[in-house]
């Protein structure tokens, strides 16, 4: 079992963590699925259900431990759905957040920063595959006519450059707190959210749904609210 797992305790992930994962994973796997890379939350007291975050070259898997870590919550994302991937470096580990095509916002706090970064990249990959699908493209033949009628086929091998630039990760920010913006009864001198960068856009939207889930704004009222600020994004 341990060679199963092992190469993917590179970055000081929880062993225990990982066997657990990779255990109940090869049950779910499709035809053609392999796992890229799996982060572990790692928070600042002990941890002993940690969540984690499982890339396949198909979809992102959020797993939850649950039951005292005797069962586990997988809900997954299929990199078709996914719209936009982000990471915000704290002064405690990474949040990496990932926004969906149906308006979905997930995020999983507390990741080591070199483990968000390993799955930032991961994850830009292979939406780079999606947006420019020739560059994984079958090798090419070549037909080449000789005085006999004999078709001799060249392959040439389509090489492709590996993604090690983490120049779109955000710089180092402080912890953010448990706030909330106020509604947009846009106060004088406030940012226009044309302004604002999309990593911005995606925290605003975040509030506004922590909003609604503590009942402080109507379902409608975060509606407009989702639709203005996507527009921008």
């Given amino acids: 079992m341990k060679e199963q797992f092992k190469k993917f305790l590179n970055e000081e992930q929880d062993p225990k963590a990982i066997e657990k994962i990779t255990s109940k994973l090869n049950d779910l796997l499709m035809r053609g699925e392999e796992v890229g890379y799996i982060a572990v939350q790692k ?4 941890t002993v259900f940690p969540d984690s975050i499982v890339l396949t070259n198909k979809r992102i898997i959020i797993c939850k431990p649950k039951n005292l870590g005797l069962s586990m919550d997988f809900t997954d994302y299929a990199w078709d759905d996914i719209a936009s991937t982000f990471v915000k470096e704290n002064i405690l580990g990474s949040e990496f957040s990932f926004g969906t095509k149906t308006d979905l916002a997930v995020s999983i706090d507390y990741i080591p920063k070199i483990q968000a970064r390993k799955i930032y990249t991961y994850a830009k990959e292979q939406l780079d595959l999606l947006k420019n699908p020739a560059s994984t493209a ?13 078709i001799e086929d060249e392959i040439e091998e389509v090489e492709t450059e590996e993604v090690t630039s983490f120049a779109e990760i955000l710089p180092a920010a402080p912890v953010v707190t448990e ?9 004088a001198g406030e940012r226009k959210l044309s302004d604002l960068t999309k990593e911005e856009l995606f925290d605003k939207l975040q509030n506004y749904k922590k909003l609604l889930d503590n009942g402080l ?13 996507l527009s921008y994004m």
Avoid at 143 to 150: D, K, L, T, Y
Avoid at 218 to 228: L, T
């Fill in 43 to 46: 928070k600042p007291a002990i």
């Fill in 138 to 150: 079958a090798p090419i033949q070549e037909i080449v006519e000789e005085a006999e009628p004999e």
């Fill in 179 to 187: 706030t909330y913006e106020p509604l947009p009864t846009q106060p």
């Fill in 217 to 229: 704004i109507m379902q409608g009222e975060y509606d407009a609210y989702k639709k203005e600020i």
